[in-house]
């Protein structure tokens, strides 16, 4: 895993982002949901090539990890 460090401006935009235009729960939940879709469709698609299922296992993975960030749903009991 990489720990590459965002510039300023890009975490000035983030934060002018979520403070201003979408609550961070609300995008979360987005996520999640695009995701559930996502996952669904690849596992109904017989024909898929393995590399787009490792890009799919990648995509998924980090998605859920942002959605983890912004509201962290998966560590509450």
């Keep these: 895993m990489s720990t590459n460090t965002l510039s300023k401006e890009a ?5 002018n982002f979520f403070n201003n235009r979408i609550d961070p729960e609300e995008m979360a939940k987005s996520i ?14 017989h ?4 590399n787009e299922i ?4 990648n995509s ?6 942002l959605a983890e960030i912004l ?3 998966l560590s509450e009991e």
């Design 60 to 65: 998924y993975y980090w998605l859920n990890e």
């Design 47 to 50: 024909e898929t090539l393995q």
């Design 71 to 73: 509201n962290p749903y």
């Design 11 to 15: 975490e000035i935009r983030l934060m």
């Design 54 to 57: 490792d890009n799919l296992q």
């Design 32 to 45: 999640r949901q695009v995701n559930y879709v996502l996952a669904l469709g690849a596992l109904r698609q």
